[in-house]
């Protein structure tokens, strides 16, 4: 009598009713193992599949249109226009640096190295516990006389309540900077000597009074490879960096504390460091607040400028990424947990529906989708590798069929991120701990 009633609401005229087939699914669902075909549970993965990959392909249209219109800026000699340009200008670059002593070496000598003449090299140790001091120090006694007033070292003070480390700073180095152009770069960074001299170029070509810039990440090991190349994956695949120069919401706007060069008046108008003091970040806000207070702004490609290699591990980087990844979503837990369940309905179910089709009933239908999802973010991967990435590019290359696993990573350390957020304790980054706030 059962086997009637199923062929009945199934369609099947009587007698004809198909072989019941009990598959792991229906054991699950159906204890009684009774499997009432119903496609319930294969319509609605027929749904969410088809709902990923229509997002998925906003986002491949984001990224292809920014592959496209995103300047990448090169390095080049002073032309006569820039000349007339820049005639009488001073450049202060500015260098916090807390326990740098495995890249302070790198930074430094790159700057120094710089083509432009009138330039300032301000490194402020903020109470290293290594030798970043000692280095820098070395460093100026070695240059020639006429070259050591080029590069001065500063010594931090003590950190006042509700400020953030790196943010007192860097309003320390630019009260004591005299340039009529701020440049806030990294102890991490590497800088081709004529990359002082592009950035200005293209600031004053492009009428700006702030250039932020997408550097070449180093990566050398297995975690930063899985992990940072994230950074500029979210960013090409959510902001239409071509209308950031263009349009004035604040929205349309990014920082990279790896390389943040400001018109003094632009800096200090909004306030600078001191109006986000207690902010993780800082550098995408201030960049807003360029925005909100009226000035243009610009983001380019500068991987034939800089170089950085953010964390030398495993460790860093979760301890990196847990400092700065709730701060994304201004501390806002639901946007968080969405943002949780949006990666992994794009970027985990889909291989996850593939590797279990054999184990769980599929329609064709849902299988495809789940396929076309995961070659879609692949392939941005790749495309983004391509772009971006010149060492060891063929393990690069490989590793974008992980990307899977690149999220679910990134996952976890929101979670503790989060995790952090909520402790008593607070952010703990580089010895010190402070609280996380929200505006």
């Given at each position: 009598m059962q086997e009637i009633l199923i062929a009945l609401l199934l369609g099947h005229p009587q007698g004809d009713a198909p072989p019941i087939q009990r598959n792991a699914l229906d054991m699950f669902v159906y204890g009684r193992g009774i499997p009432l075909r119903v496609p319930l549970f294969d319509t609605i993965l027929q749904l969410l599949s088809v709902s990923v990959l229509l997002i998925l392909c906003v986002l491949f249209l984001i990224l292809i249109i920014n592959l496209f219109t995103?300047?990448?800026?090169?390095?080049?000699?002073?032309?006569?226009?820039?000349?007339?340009?820049?005639?009488?200008?001073?450049?202060?670059?500015?260098?916090p640096a807390r326990d740098e002593e495995q890249s302070i070496e790198r930074c430094v000598r790159s700057l120094v190295a710089q083509t432009y003449e009138r330039l300032e090299i301000l490194v402020l140790d903020d109470h290293s516990s290594d030798t970043t001091a000692a280095i820098v120090q070395r460093i100026i006694s070695e240059l020639p006389l006429q070259q050591q007033g080029r590069l001065r070292l500063l010594q931090g003070d003590e950190l006042p309540l509700g400020w953030g480390g790196k943010n007192f700073a860097c309003h320390q180095l630019a009260q004591h900077a005299h340039g009529d152009y701020l440049f806030?770069?990294?102890?991490?960074?590497?800088?081709?000597?004529?990359?002082?001299?592009s950035v200005l170029d293209y600031m004053q070509d492009q009428s700006v009074s702030l250039l932020t810039a997408q550097p070449t990440y180093e990566l050398n090991s297995l975690g930063e490879r899985l992990v940072v190349p994230l950074l500029t994956f979210t960013i090409l695949t959510l902001l239409p960096v071509a209308l950031i120069p263009?349009?004035?919401?604040?929205?349309?706007?990014?920082?990279?504390?790896?390389?943040?060069?400001?018109?003094?008046?632009?800096?200090?108008?909004?306030?600078?460091?001191?109006?986000?003091?207690?902010?993780?970040?800082?550098?995408?806000?201030?960049?807003r607040?360029?925005?909100?207070?009226?000035?243009?702004?610009?983001?380019?490609?500068?991987?034939?400028?800089?170089?950085?290699?953010?964390y030398r591990s495993f460790?860093?980087?979760?301890?990196?990424?847990?400092?700065?990844?709730?701060?994304?979503?201004?501390?806002?837990?639901?946007?968080?947990?969405?943002?949780?369940?949006?990666?992994?309905?794009?970027?985990?179910?889909?291989?996850?529906?593939i590797l279990a089709a054999p184990f769980i009933h599929l329609s064709p239908a849902t299988l495809l989708y789940a396929m076309s999802a995961y070659v879609l973010a692949v392939l941005m991967r790749v495309l983004l590798t391509l772009r971006f990435t010149h060492v060891q590019q063929g393990r690069m290359l490989l590793l974008c069929f992980l990307h899977p696993l690149s999220i679910a990573l990134e996952c976890l350390i929101l979670l503790n991120s989060i995790r952090w957020h909520y402790r008593k304790e607070g952010t703990m980054w580089k010895g010190r701990r402070y609280a996380t706030t929200q505006k």
């Amino acid at each position: 009598m059962q086997e009637i009633l199923i062929a009945l609401l199934l369609g099947h005229p009587q007698g004809d009713a198909p072989p019941i087939q009990r598959n792991a699914l229906d054991m699950f669902v159906y204890g009684r193992g009774i499997p009432l075909r119903v496609p319930l549970f294969d319509t609605i993965l027929q749904l969410l599949s088809v709902s990923v990959l229509l997002i998925l392909c906003v986002l491949f249209l984001i990224l292809i249109i920014n592959l496209f219109t995103f300047y990448r800026l090169r390095p080049h000699s002073t032309t006569q226009s820039t000349a007339q340009n820049t005639v009488g200008l001073l450049i202060s670059v500015l260098v916090p640096a807390r326990d740098e002593e495995q890249s302070i070496e790198r930074c430094v000598r790159s700057l120094v190295a710089q083509t432009y003449e009138r330039l300032e090299i301000l490194v402020l140790d903020d109470h290293s516990s290594d030798t970043t001091a000692a280095i820098v120090q070395r460093i100026i006694s070695e240059l020639p006389l006429q070259q050591q007033g080029r590069l001065r070292l500063l010594q931090g003070d003590e950190l006042p309540l509700g400020w953030g480390g790196k943010n007192f700073a860097c309003h320390q180095l630019a009260q004591h900077a005299h340039g009529d152009y701020l440049f806030f770069t990294d102890a991490d960074t590497i800088h081709d000597p004529k990359m002082v001299v592009s950035v200005l170029d293209y600031m004053q070509d492009q009428s700006v009074s702030l250039l932020t810039a997408q550097p070449t990440y180093e990566l050398n090991s297995l975690g930063e490879r899985l992990v940072v190349p994230l950074l500029t994956f979210t960013i090409l695949t959510l902001l239409p960096v071509a209308l950031i120069p263009v349009r004035p919401e604040p929205s349309l706007a990014t920082g990279n504390g790896q390389l943040l060069c400001f018109e003094r008046s632009a800096y200090t108008s909004t306030g600078g460091h001191e109006s986000v003091k207690n902010r993780i970040l800082e550098d995408v806000l201030l960049a807003r607040a360029v925005k909100a207070a009226g000035f243009r702004m610009v983001f380019v490609d500068a991987q034939d400028l800089v170089r950085c290699r953010m964390y030398r591990s495993f460790a860093e980087i979760w301890s990196g990424f847990s400092k700065n990844l709730f701060a994304f979503y201004n501390y806002a837990l639901p946007f968080a947990l969405i943002g949780i369940l949006l990666n992994a309905l794009l970027f985990i179910v889909p291989p996850l529906l593939i590797l279990a089709a054999p184990f769980i009933h599929l329609s064709p239908a849902t299988l495809l989708y789940a396929m076309s999802a995961y070659v879609l973010a692949v392939l941005m991967r790749v495309l983004l590798t391509l772009r971006f990435t010149h060492v060891q590019q063929g393990r690069m290359l490989l590793l974008c069929f992980l990307h899977p696993l690149s999220i679910a990573l990134e996952c976890l350390i929101l979670l503790n991120s989060i995790r952090w957020h909520y402790r008593k304790e607070g952010t703990m980054w580089k010895g010190r701990r402070y609280a996380t706030t929200q505006k």
